[in-house]
């Protein structure tokens, strides 16, 4: 085993030669003695190899997180961007001594849950056509059903593919289009797109050249959509309960601050632009919430607990 650079446990040498832990345990002090073995950790288990033929602990655990986000990265799954970081995962195993299970036993303490799927049929595939179009700097056409239930087609140099919160959304420049209709920058949730293909003719400009940046552009956002004619604002929110208690252990904008208050309240300052997903996030903790800050902002939240109070909405037992 030790020659042929396999690891050594006690559970391996016990399953393999059929012998109790006790006598394992004998043979693995007797290996030790004779070989010069380095030692690393597999979970909780204590495995030890011959030098030159196995990874370090950083690097199963490079491996694990490379498995791990292939997981993660479901959204390209079928893709062949999915595939290359797969085999990059592969890649990372192949020094494991052939043991394809190793790096599953290794990450089983990673866990990749994605509870979001996108309804649109086609939603891996588009993404794969985005990331070929933004490489090649291609323009793109698509059909595009907005948040009030409208449809329109689309030109668009597209700039970034981005990620927020399990959903992904593009990032382009206009085509074609007169600048009163829509700002030169925007994005588009690719839930949304249909009918979409890379149009024939010259290479855009490359947004670096055009000084962009989709970190930069979407930094005052709440989401994945700018709002790029709005001024960011200051929110001060006051929270309590359970919402109180994740406020505490996560970001969900990197302005977010956080100070501990009297009565088990803590006080959320953000620095967003106002939009329809920033009200609904509120809208989701309510009654836990209570916006201190803006003042048109509070009334707006307040409004809309109050008319979804007096709305009666049909039985639809009947």
Not at 35 to 58: A, C, M
Request: aromatic share 8%; glycine share 6%; proline share 4%.
């Amino acid at each position: 085993m030790v020659e042929s650079g396999l690891a050594l446990s006690i559970s391996e040498i016990s399953s393999r030669f059929g012998v109790q832990k006790a006598s394992a345990r004998k043979y693995l002090d007797f290996a030790k003695g004779q070989w010069d073995l380095q030692s690393y950790k597999r979970g909780r288990e204590q495995l030890w190899v011959s030098p030159g033929t196995q990874w370090t602990q950083d690097d199963l655990d490079k491996a694990a997180a490379l498995d791990f986000a292939v997981n993660a990265l479901s959204d390209l799954e079928g893709t062949r961007y999915h595939r290359v970081l797969r085999e990059a995962a592969e890649v990372a195993r192949h020094r494991l001594l052939g043991d394809t299970t190793a790096l599953e036993r290794v990450a089983s303490s990673f866990v990749a849950v994605r509870p979001e799927r996108s309804g649109n049929p086609n939603y891996a595939a588009y993404i794969e056509t985005l990331l070929d179009a933004i490489r090649e700097r291609k323009a793109v056409e698509f059909r595009y059903c907005r948040l009030d239930g409208c449809a329109g087609r689309y030109e668009v140099e597209p700039w970034a593919v981005t990620f927020h919160r399990g959903r992904a959304a593009l990032v382009g420049g206009k085509r074609n289009v007169p600048e009163a209709r829509w700002p030169p920058r925007r994005t588009f949730a690719i839930d949304r797109i249909t009918e979409l293909a890379t149009l024939a003719g010259p290479r855009f400009v490359s947004p670096s050249a055009r000084r962009f940046r989709a970190t930069t552009f979407l930094r005052h956002s709440f989401g994945i959509y700018s709002y790029k004619r709005k001024r960011p604002i200051e929110v001060v929110l006051h929270v309590r309960g359970e919402a109180a208690v994740l406020l505490r252990d996560r970001h969900v904008h990197e302005s977010q601050t956080t100070l501990d208050l009297e009565a088990d309240v803590l006080e959320v300052r953000l620095t967003v632009c106002e939009c329809p997903e920033l009200r609904s996030w509120l809208l989701s903790m309510v009654p836990d919430v209570r916006v201190v800050r803006p003042v048109r902002l509070a009334r707006e939240i307040r409004d809309t607990c109050r008319q979804y109070a007096e709305e009666s909405w049909p039985d639809s037992s009947q």
